[in-house]
């Protein structure tokens, strides 16, 4: 399976209010020194029962899974998907 690199957004109907994680974000995350690599992300994925076609092409709504809301990681990847809903940036890089 081929995923794209950077997962830009679609064209999604869904209103602008909600919070949509896309995999650019889980992407940002930097554990451990370096991004998160395409297995990890699948076995996450699977783990939480997230469609990763979903993750990428529309983004899953945050409201809608809320089994993650206790997960440190998905909090960080939350916290740069609203900070890029906030200023309209691309990608915004996690600092820890």
């Known amino acids: ?10 064209n ?3 209103s ?11 992407r940002a995350i ?3 020194g370096g991004p998160l ?12 029962g997230i469609d990763l076609h979903v993750l990428c092409e529309d983004g ?5 899974h809320p089994h ?9 990847v939350i916290e740069i998907a609203r900070a890029e809903q906030a200023g309209g940036e ?3 890089r996690d600092a820890t």
């Open 60 to 64: 899953i709504a945050v409201d809608d």
């Open 90 to 92: 691309a990608v915004i």
């Open 37 to 48: 690599c395409t297995p990890g992300i699948r076995a996450w994925c699977r783990q939480h």
């Open 1 to 10: 399976m081929i995923m794209p690199s950077n997962c830009a957004p679609s």
């Open 16 to 26: 602008k209010r909600e919070l949509r994680i896309h995999l650019r974000h889980v």
């Open 68 to 76: 993650l809301h206790d997960d440190p990681f998905v909090v960080r």
């Open 12 to 14: 999604s109907t869904s």
């Open 30 to 32: 930097d554990p451990a």
